[in-house]
Nanobody, 120 residues
């Protein structure tokens, strides 16, 4: 199992920046994929950024110029830097760990989420 704890959300004015953190209960280099999703009220949960075991990074097209995902293996933490925040970035941001367990297949774990609110 993997426990994930997010932090760093808050209220910010448009144009500002936030850095979200997700700390895992196990070594993140042993987790196949560490992802950030977001979910706004009434919307589906959307993948915004992910980093895999090898360090390969992917972003949703809508955020690739403003979001930066990174990791600190020593701290078992993945970060999401969000710059030039827009009101439409308002959502709950959730950390996801996806790993393949021999004999059980793919497993997904979620944090509790951190709220980001951007005012215009």
């Amino acid at each position: 199992q993997v426990q994930l704890v997010e932090s760093g959300g808050g209220w910010v004015q448009a144009g500002g920046s936030l850095r979200l953190s997700c700390t895992a209960s196990r070594k993140i280099f042993s987790i196949n994929y560490m992802n950030w999703y977001r979910q706004a009220p009434g919307n589906e949960r959307d993948l915004v950024a992910g980093i895999d075991m090898s360090g390969t990074i992917n972003y949703a097209d809508s955020v690739k110029d403003r979001f930066t995902i990174s990791r600190d293996n020593a701290k078992n933490t993945v970060y999401l830097q969000i710059d030039s925040l827009k009101p439409e970035d308002t959502a709950v941001y959730l950390c996801n760990a996806r790993l393949y367990v021999r004999g059980r297949g793919w497993e997904n774990y979620w944090g509790q989420g951190t709220q980001v609110t951007v005012s215009s």
